[in-house]
């Protein structure tokens, strides 16, 4: 949950304390404080607080002053909530009330209208976040905003170069430099995080970590490594369930943490990197300069030198005239994947001899999507014949709803198809 609170960072942390966990932003010139935390409740009574949360699939906003409390929940068009079904009315009456009690509390009661269009467009927490960040301007409430990124995996197999050509042919333009083993990745259209997270999911990257470098606004920077983990599921599931488990450490962010008052939270965190990237390095040699930087110093650049990061990383994250050249990943040909993937199952290497077994089967996906296509236009041609003699046709009285949808899906059905054996055939 994200709170946002008119208290200092002090107040907020003292008051999480007890708890054992939580994360405060620095406070803004108007004075506010971004809180993470999982118990709102601890921090009330320090000042007016915006809680915003997302809980199976509803969001919920809430806002609390001095003159009470305003909230509002609600599920978005995609969620499927019988509970949202009521009096419309009284929701948008709901809705009004907590986007002009938000405008209010930032002081900004101009701003209720755009406020209020906003909370009927969003679909989920961090795309309200965004936009309230917009209209209202909030203190800062990602610890880890990245200006400038660059995702790193130690692993040049075919079948991770196969991934990132099918990523690219799927919208997203990646450039990609082969760091002497260490493949550095960078995408126009997405997050470094966003684009971490989807590697280190994939099958394709093994057990290899993902590491993401980052920089934020003046001297921020952070280091997160991502690796895929199994634990078990939980009953009715399948016995295993893939996870995603991150380790992060951050510099000059302007965030603390409860967990932070243990000096040796921090150094648990790169110890944790150190081990996973390099395995025979002592994690005390990082030093405490680099838990906690002095100075001028690079914290971020000293601790990838100690893991065995290229320095080339770091020349490409910061845009250095003398970093490698990012090379633009082709998008994936279907026809040339499928080569490829038919060349490791068999071990065979010379293309001639797999050209008749690869030609056959082709010819008969084509034949297949072919015959699909032809049922399709012919149910097509039905459909428009019923819709057009008002049900004649086929000696019905009238031409019902269920034969105009039937008619857009085989339509649709029939475009399909006939996109498919373009794209076979190319």
Do not use: Y
Not at 2 to 14: C, G, M, S, T
Not at 68 to 97: F, I, Y
Not at 103 to 115: I, K
Not at 287 to 315: F, K, L, T
Request: aromatic content about 4%.
């Amino acid at each position: 949950m994200l709170v946002l609170l008119r208290a200092a960072q002090a107040d907020a942390l003292a008051a999480l304390r007890p708890m054992g966990r939580g994360d405060a932003g620095p406070t803004s010139p108007a004075g506010w404080t971004a809180v993470r935390t999982e118990d709102a409740d601890a921090l009330a009574g320090l000042g007016d607080a915006v809680h915003i949360d997302e809980s199976q699939g509803r969001i919920v906003l809430e806002v609390r002053t001095a003159e009470g409390t305003t909230s509002w929940s609600w599920c978005p068009d995609w969620c499927e909530d019988e509970a949202e079904l009521g009096d419309e009315e009284q929701d948008a009456v709901r809705r009004s009330a907590v986007a002009n009690a938000v405008a209010q509390a930032f002081g900004q009661p101009a701003e209720h209208g755009r406020v209020e269009a906003l909370l009927r467009e969003v679909l989920d927490e961090e795309e309200l976040i965004e936009g309230l960040d917009r209209i209202v301007d909030l203190p800062a409430w990602d610890r880890r905003w990245a200006a400038r990124s660059v995702v790193l995996i130690r692993d040049g197999s075919e079948e991770l170069r196969m991934a990132l050509r099918l990523l690219a042919r799927g919208g997203h333009p990646l450039r990609v430099a082969d760091l002497d083993g260490t493949l550095a990745m960078q995408c126009a259209e997405l997050e470094g995080r966003a684009l971490a997270e989807m590697l280190a999911e994939s099958r394709s990257t093994g057990k290899a970590p993902v590491v993401h470098l980052w920089r934020g606004s003046g001297s921020a920077a952070g280091i997160d490594l991502l690796r895929r983990d199994r634990r078990p599921g939980p009953e009715g599931w399948a016995p295993w369930v893939r996870d995603v488990e991150t380790t992060a450490i951050d510099w000059d962010t302007g965030w603390r943490s409860v967990e932070e008052d243990d000096p040796r939270h921090r150094e648990d965190l790169a110890g944790t990197i150190v081990r996973t990237l390099a395995p025979a390095t002592d994690s005390d040699a990082l030093g405490r300069p680099v838990i906690r930087p002095e100075g001028d110093r690079d914290p971020m650049a000293s601790m990838a030198a100690m893991v065995g990061i290229p320095p080339q990383a770091i020349a490409i994250l910061d845009g250095d005239t003398d970093a490698p050249a990012m090379q633009a990943v082709k998008p994936a040909s279907l026809v040339r994947e499928l080569w490829q993937c038919v060349r490791e199952v068999t071990g065979v290497r010379d293309r001639a001899a797999l050209r008749v077994p690869f030609v056959v089967l082709s010819v008969l996906g084509a034949v297949i999507v072919v015959l699909l296509g032809l049922v399709c236009l012919g149910m097509t041609a039905v459909g428009i014949a019923v819709v057009a003699t008002d049900g004649a046709f086929v000696d019905e009285p009238s031409a019902t709803v269920e034969d105009w949808i039937s008619v857009f899906l085989f339509a649709l059905l029939t475009i399909v198809m006939a996109w498919n054996l373009a794209r076979l055939v190319r």
